[in-house]
Structures are given as C-alpha cells and as structure tokens.
C-alpha cells in the first residue's frame, strides 16, 4: 500500500478555493503513484476505488458512460471530465489540465473536492483536498460526525489507488 500524507491545505496554485475563498474545513492528503497519470486517468482510479470497480461518468448531453475497471493497469487515456459533467454523484465545477474541481451543494452544508496530480517524470504525486463550508447548524453538527469517517476513507481510497 502507498503513503498518504496529510497537508493543511491543497498546493499552491490549485484552483479549488479560485471562487471559493470561504470554508470552514479544509484537508488534502496525497499518494506517490508509480507512473504517469493524466487528472482524468486519476480521478477515474479514485472513484473507481470508492465505488467497487464501476464509474459513471455523464457529459453536457446528460448521456451517462459506464466504466468497469478491471486492473490497475488499465488505460484510461480516452476517458475526459468536461465541465458541467458528472463524475460519479458530484458536478465538475472546474478544471485544468492537472486538476478537477468537484462539488455540490446541500441544504446544510457545501463543498468542493479537487483532484490535482504533479507529474515528476516516471511517477505521480495525487492529491485530493476538500473544502466544506456550513449553511446551517445542521451541517456543522453533521459534519461534525462526518469529518473523521471522510479522513479515513480519503486516506483509504489513496492508499488503495
């Protein structure tokens, strides 16, 4: 399994809090990946973690596209989050060639999800940082629950890439 390591905000120049400067949490971890990975190929490996081998993907038609990951070495070359698409449950917010911004919003709580990748050459170091910020009460005291459940299964699914 891979080392996660955990940072108190995501590196600089990541376009996650561009627009959105006010949140009330903050975390990014990162993992060393043994090869070159496009963000697309990444986030695609993250999710594809989180939900049993199966990513839904939806474009700006609304038409959803199933990916089954078989192997960690699959490619995953032909796969691109546009914005205003869907990756799994969440929005594609933004985007760069290194970085996707995820997000939605709630009654109690919003937030947004980046994943960002630095190629070193042979290798890839991918970080995922989440920004949330409360509405209410509510999603103070939710997330209050949630927050150590959403550390563990972040640094979870890392290791597991």
């Not at 990513?55 to 796969?79: A, H, M």
């Not at 409360?134 to 997330?143: E, H, S, V």
Request: hydrophobic residues 35%; positive net charge.
């Amino acid at each position: 399994m891979a080392k996660v390591t955990s940072y108190k905000k995501p590196p600089s120049g990541s376009i996650l809090l561009k627009n959105w400067q006010e949140y009330d949490y903050l975390d990014c971890f990162s993992v060393q990946l043994p090869k070159p990975e496009t963000v697309d190929s990444a986030l695609t490996r993250f999710f594809g973690k989180t939900n049993g081998g199966v990513v839904y993907i939806s474009n700006e038609k609304g038409q959803i596209n199933k990916y089954r990951l078989e192997k960690n070495n699959e490619d995953l070359s032909d796969i691109y989050y546009q914005v205003v698409s869907k990756a799994v449950m969440f929005n594609v917010i933004d985007r760069t060639k290194t970085e996707i911004v995820l997000g939605k919003e709630q009654k109690h709580l919003d937030f947004r999800t980046t994943i960002l990748v630095e190629n070193t050459g042979r290798e890839t170091i991918m970080y995922s940082a989440t920004a949330v910020r409360y509405n209410k009460l509510t999603g103070q005291i939710y997330f209050f629950f949630v927050k150590p459940f959403h550390r563990l299964l972040i640094k979870f699914f890392l290791k597991k890439i």
